[in-house]
């Protein structure tokens, strides 16, 4: 009889600990409860998340995340992430969801979950129009910026030529303050944001060198959070069709988003 007591004890114990991570990982309801969303951005990556001079976020990453918090009906509250630490914060539970020009690679994909794509970036090297950079092989002998841990880190890490000097910095805005102020001769990041930097410094003459990669980018969500996954899918895609993000992403970028239809369910 003890014997079987302790069996029911122990299946027992089991189902309220099942239990409790089941709860526990239903973030969706706890956000439609406590009514905010907490969402990890990167103010610091133009145009996807900015802040202007009163130190208000904006950026087509802003503009989604807070059609996102409208339509599930919740207040919104920003958390200011730079690249390294997306995951971290989203694993650690200080973010619900990471809206962050988050590219999905397989390497993340391990750790966190990825929505459909709502947004894309082009990799490319941008430099001075008189730097002579036409290909890859033009890096050797150069310094070359790109953000830790970054996208363009983990592409041009194993691809640069022999002699070419990559430079980490924490963010894009240092990325590209260390291009301007000659601390390096080209940077890894998204042609978008080269497109900004140019804009904003048109005494510069900075451009687009050659492109690396096209990758979409996907919104972050703890593996265990599967139905607030789903719940972000079905208005990832509700909003790819009616052509909110799109007309989001033009109105931050000043150019159209990436054919993403590829990536839609059918």
């Known amino acids: 009889m003890k014997l079987v007591n302790i069996k029911y004890l122990a299946a027992a114990f089991l189902g309220l600990v099942c239990l409790a991570q089941s709860v526990s990982a239903d ?16 103010l610091g990556s133009p145009p996807f998340g900015m802040t202007d001079d009163k130190l208000q976020p904006y950026g087509s990453d802003v503009s989604a995340a807070k059609m996102l918090a409208k339509d599930l009906g919740v207040e919104m ?3 200011q992430v730079t690249g390294p630490n997306r995951v971290p914060f989203l694993l650690t539970n200080k973010a619900d969801i990471v809206i962050a020009s988050f590219s999905i690679t397989p390497e993340r994909a391990k750790v966190i979950n990825f929505s459909v794509p709502y947004s894309a970036s082009e990799s490319v090297v941008g430099a001075e129009h008189s730097m002579q950079i036409k290909s890859l092989a033009d890096l050797a002998g150069k310094r070359v910026g790109v953000v830790r841990g970054n996208l363009q880190d983990t592409l041009l890490t194993p691809i640069v030529p022999k002699g070419t000097i990559l430079v980490r910095y ?3 805005s240092t990325n590209a303050a260390a291009l301007l102020s000659g601390q390096v001769d080209a940077i890894g990041t998204a042609r978008e944001l080269v497109t900004t930097t140019a804009r904003k410094n048109p005494g510069r003459n900075i451009e687009t060198k050659f492109a690396v990669k096209v990758v979409p980018h996907g919104i972050g969500v703890r593996k265990e959070d599967t139905a607030l996954l789903a719940w972000i899918n079905n208005w990832v ?30």
């Open 27 to 42: 973030t969706l309801s706890d956000i439609r409860q406590r009514k905010k969303i907490v969402i990890a951005i990167d």
């Open 77 to 79: 509250e920003i958390i």
């Open 170 to 172: 924490d963010d894009d």
């Open 237 to 266: 895609v509700t909003n790819m069709k009616n052509g909110n993000l799109a007309k989001s992403y033009e109105a931050a970028a000043g150019a159209p988003l990436a054919d993403l239809s590829q990536y839609m369910p059918k």
